[in-house]
């Protein structure tokens, strides 16, 4: 059964820390990865995605790592800033035509002073 | 370029009543999928239209319906609400949809949060 599970399921960090989410999937066979955020009772919007090849992938202080081969991605915010307070939510698809995605439950970031 | 656009935003509907959703996709977006998502439980998928037919239907029962316009937009309609029907309800535009080869990106809209009296 195709899964995403993502750790820790809630974090909270002072502003201007590092942190690291990160996202196990048992999805199979592999397309892509994407990182949405999602703010509070908005929309997600997507952070990053990546293929089977790449390895690493930034978006401003966001850097998205991948290792295929142990199915495991990471998120890591670098200097975090209170607007980075939102749900990160992971979300892989797998290839063929039963092509579908599977989400994550997310990880709630807190941003504080 | 204008984003998706839900409405209504907020509403509140006792049990056993039925709700339409209404979802207006980026101009020149053929995909709509539906997601309610509940606290803990993350995004579930409901359903998935493209080109006015259902591609793909998430696992929830048969009072979660939907239906695309010729115009891309997308309406789901959940009938004799139930309490666990609470929930914030996304809709999701692409390209090419969330199913095949393609892997087209997702757009989100705001969602519909709906509360069950």
């Known amino acids: 059964k195709n899964q995403v599970e993502q750790s820790p399921q809630s974090l909270i960090i002072l502003e201007g820390k590092n942190c690291t989410l990160q996202?196990?999937?048992?999805?199979?066979?592999?397309?892509?990865l994407r990182w949405y955020k999602q703010d509070t009772g908005r929309g997600p919007v997507s952070l990053t995605i990546?293929?089977?090849?790449?390895n690493t992938k930034s978006n401003g202080r966001y850097t998205a790592t991948l290792d295929a081969d142990t199915k495991q991605s990471s998120l890591h915010i670098t200097a975090s800033q209170l607007s980075d307070s939102a749900s990160y939510i992971c979300?892989?698809?797998?290839?063929?035509?039963?092509?579908?995605?599977?989400f994550g439950t997310g990880t709630r970031l807190q941003v504080t002073l | 370029k204008a984003g998706v656009t839900q409405t209504p935003r907020y509403l509140i509907k006792t049990r056993g009543q039925q709700v339409t959703l209404s979802c207006s996709p980026i101009?020149?977006?053929?995909?709509v999928s539906w997601y309610q998502q509940t606290p803990g439980q993350g995004l579930q998928f409901l359903f998935e239209?493209?080109?006015?037919?259902?591609?793909n239907k998430g696992n929830f029962p048969g009072r979660f319906s939907g239906r695309q316009f010729s115009n891309s937009r997308s309406e789901m309609n959940v009938s004799t609400l139930e309490l666990g029907d609470s929930a914030l309800y996304l809709c999701?535009?692409?390209?090419?949809?969330?199913?095949?080869?393609?892997?087209?990106?997702?757009?989100f809209g705001e969602g519909s949060r709906l509360t069950v009296l």
């Open positions: 999701a535009s692409s390209l090419a949809g969330t199913s095949g080869a393609n892997t087209g990106e997702l757009f």
């Open positions: 996202c196990n999937y048992t999805v199979s066979p592999f397309s892509n």
């Open positions: 990546m293929t089977f090849s790449e």
């Open positions: 979300v892989v698809r797998n290839t063929g035509t039963a092509s579908k995605l599977t």
């Open positions: 101009s020149g977006h053929r995909s």
């Open positions: 239209y493209f080109s006015e037919t259902q591609r």
